[in-house]
Every structure is written in C-alpha cells, then in structure tokens.
C-alpha cells in the first residue's frame, strides 16, 4: 500500500511528457468495386489497413510533430483491374491540406488524380521501404507522394523549405527507373505529366518562383486574413501576379496546373471578396496563366447576389 500514495505523482508526470505524433494524418480508403473474386473485399480491406498504417506510422523526416500539427491529407485508391493473381491495376488519388493561422480552414496543397498505377499486392506481405532502394511499387508511389505532402507543406511555411523532401521524392523516382514491377509514371519519355516531371520540374531554379509562391500565398497571405482581411489578400495577389514570371518561361507547365488544381477555387472564395480593382487584377493573370479554366475564373467578376 505505500507505493500507491506516488500513483498519481506518477500519472501527473506522464501528463507532463510530450506527445510525439509520425508527420502524417492520413486518411485511406481503397475501393475496389470493379475487381471480382470471393476474397476481394477482405483483400482489398487488409491493404486499406497496410497502406493506413505506411502512411500513418512511419517516421518521414527528423522532425519533432505534435498531434496537432500532423499533416491532413487523403488517399484514394481505386483498383479497376486484377491483371493477375497479385497484380492489380489502379488509380490514386491524392489530396494535402494545411492550417491557416487563427482559424479552422484547412487550404488545399495537393490535388491530384495519378491514373498510371499498377502494383504487386500480396496479403500481409510487409510494406518494405528505403528511400535508398527500390522494393515494390505500392510502397514507391505511397512513399514518394509522403514526401510530395511533405515537401509542399514545409515550402509553404519556410521559404524553399521542402527542398530535402522534393530530393527524397526525386530519389524514389531514381530507383523506381528500374524497378521490375514498377510500371509507368517514373520516365521521362512516358509522358510530360508523371511523377518524373512533378519533382524534376520543381528542383528546377527557373521553378523556383512557383515555390516562393507557396509561401508568399500561405505565410505572407492567408495566414493574416484572419486579423488582417484586406492586407492577406493583397499579399495573395502579388504572390499569384509574381506566377507571371514562371508562365513566360514555361507556358502550361505540369506544376503550375498542379497549383491551380488544388488553389483554383480557393483563389476564387479569396477574391469575392476583394475591391474591384483586386478582382480585375486576378482575372487578368489567372486568364493568362490558367487559360484552361478561364471560364471559372469569370466568377471573381460576377456580383454577389
């Protein structure tokens, strides 16, 4: 009985340590609808668990996280084909979002549909992964879009602070190239929109004023909207206007229609709010750098009804 009178000075300090979270909240949700077979729903459930669990339970980078500051993204994979006993044919889909400072909103990083996967699944089988080898291509795609979300989410509260992980991303690129199972999405020649480009195009230098943008738009701009309504999105349109530079260079780029799949709308909520003169500004750079969707962009100019 004279240990239990310490029970609670115990707890107490336990309360007192730190908890340290992995980076990443993932949610993860595999659909597997058009794949036939008696065992496909619990096949498919068990690898919703493992990728769950790759994502969620891995420790990404060096850094120390709290639960808080995890980073909210999703998976989406959507399995359409069984091409063999293990082999399977699918879609991903992947989003990221951050906080804005002194509010609930979560901004939208990343948006993307990648249509070209295809992997080898065997039930229970360890997802082995090191940045420095290839193993599998489930665990290549998962882990090069963990430091995707990574890399996006660091850039947009440091300037160029994704560096690090758009280099891990890279090398996962690097190893993949001959990977046996690896399928497409990693080569240059496959097509100008792939993984390949995403990363090779970003640790470009002439890329760099898309990166800056990241955090000008973020840091600078949305992050001030709360206490600072008109000076945030002042600050918004001059990182959106400095893309300008980035478009002369390279029209219709990969990464830029990456950035306005994910900021399209959100640009648009921004500005509705925003003078005349504001909204004239915006409609005429996203009109010439997002022609694809200028027709969205009208809305900024439609009054309020």
């Known amino acids: 009985m004279k240990y239990l009178k310490h029970i609670p000075i115990f707890i107490f300090c336990l309360l007192m340590i730190p908890v340290r979270a992995q980076e990443l909240n993932c949610q993860v949700q595999v659909l597997s609808q058009q794949v036939q077979g008696t065992d496909a729903k619990r096949i498919f459930d068990n690898m919703q668990k493992q990728v769950f669990e790759f994502m969620n339970n891995r420790k990404w980078t060096n850094d120390v996280f709290s639960m ?129 480009w995403l990363t090779e195009n970003i640790l470009n230098p002439v890329f760099a004023p898309i990166r800056e943008t990241y955090y000008n738009y973020h840091r600078k701009g949305l992050d001030i909207m709360v206490d600072k309504p008109d000076d945030g999105r002042a600050l918004v349109l001059e990182a959106v206007n400095k893309l300008k530079e980035l478009h002369k260079n390279r029209p219709s780029s990969y990464n830029m229609q990456l950035f306005f799949n994910a900021k399209g709308d959100e640009i648009i909520n921004v500005f509705s709010q925003g003078s005349q003169q504001e909204k004239q500004t915006v409609t005429e750079t996203l009109n010439l750098i997002d022609a694809a969707n200028s027709n969205k962009y009208s809305k900024i100019l439609t009054p309020p009804n």
Do not use: H, M
């Not at 500051?69 to 063999?84: F, Q, Y």
């Not at 295809?118 to 882990?143: G, K, M, R, W």
């Open 68 to 196: 808080n500051e995890r980073i909210e993204c999703t998976i989406l994979i959507n399995v359409t084909e069984k091409v063999s006993t293990s082999e399977f044919k699918a879609t991903i889909q992947v989003q990221s979002r951050r906080p804005i400072f002194k509010s609930s909103y979560g901004s939208p990083l990343f948006n993307y549909n990648d249509q070209n996967f295809q992997f080898t699944y065997v039930e229970f089988q360890p997802f082995d992964f090191n940045v420095n080898t290839y193993s599998s291509n489930i665990t290549s795609v998962l882990a090069y879009y963990a430091y995707v979300i990574l890399a996006l989410d660091y850039d947009s509260f440091s300037n160029l602070g994704g560096t690090e992980y758009w280099q891990k991303a890279q090398q996962i690129v690097t190893n993949a190239q001959n990977g046996s199972d690896a399928g497409t999405g990693w080569k240059s020649f496959e097509s100008n929109k792939n993984r390949y």
